[in-house]
């Protein structure tokens, strides 16, 4: 760990700047928003929390994606985002009945129809957390973290009591 990350209640008490907690939200450019909703529907179950005329918001329990309709074509290499799955395998199997490619990387990482790089991650592999009210509310009861996740989370001091 580095020095910054050892003494947090130190840095906070000396410093005024805020402490970064999580993501709100993903805003993704598309180039056709009924299109883009039906392709990301066609992989992951969801609500949309709302809409407008040109954009859209995908809800996430206590995040969303906000899926914006523009001209243009954005697509690079290395921008990209990451979704947190109850089951990455099942993804992969949606991706095989699709027919969406896999890209050449590690892990599970596809590109939307409008070049948007999509990483998905399995909730039991990593280190971010839902807090205990928020999964029932999800029908997420049993996720559940790897024992790695877990030691993650208590090298920082953030492990399960």
Known sequence: MTERSTDRDHHRDADDRPQLVGINHVALEVADLEAALEFYE????????GRSETKAF????????ALAETEGDGIDDARHFGLVVDDADRVERRLEQL?????????L???????NRVQIVD???IQFTKADHVLPGMGLEECEKTAAAIDELEEKGMGPD
């Open 123 to 125: 909730y039991a592999e």
């Open 99 to 107: 027919g969406i490619d896999r890209l050449d990387a590690p892990g």
């Open 58 to 65: 995908v809800d996430m329990g206590d995040q969303f994606i």
């Open 109 to 115: 990482e596809f590109r939307d129809p409008w070049g």
């Open 42 to 49: 066609s992989i992951f179950a969801f609500e949309e929390r």
